[in-house]
């Protein structure tokens, strides 16, 4: 909980997605429901880890 800001902050950077960070962040300084936040990662397309 403490770190999120900082991986968020990093994340962006250096230009790296990292949608659960995200997420996380919102929940907890954006007062997003984790309801929202679940539904969101869960919808995102598929795509490779590494090219």
Same mark, same amino acid.
């Given at each position: 909980?403490?770190?999120? *800001?900082?991986?968020?902050?990093? *994340? @962006? ?5 990292? $949608?659960?960070?995200? @997420? ?6 954006e007062?997003? $429901? $984790?309801? !929202? *936040?679940?539904?969101?990662?869960m919808?995102? *397309?598929?795509?490779? !880890?590494?090219s």
């Amino acid at each position: 909980v403490e770190t999120t *800001a900082s991986a968020k902050a990093l *994340a @962006e950077k250096h230009g790296v997605e990292m $949608p659960i960070v995200q @997420e996380v962040y919102r929940v907890l300084y954006e007062e997003r $429901p $984790p309801q !929202e *936040a679940l539904q969101s990662l869960m919808s995102r *397309a598929l795509k490779e !880890e590494f090219s």
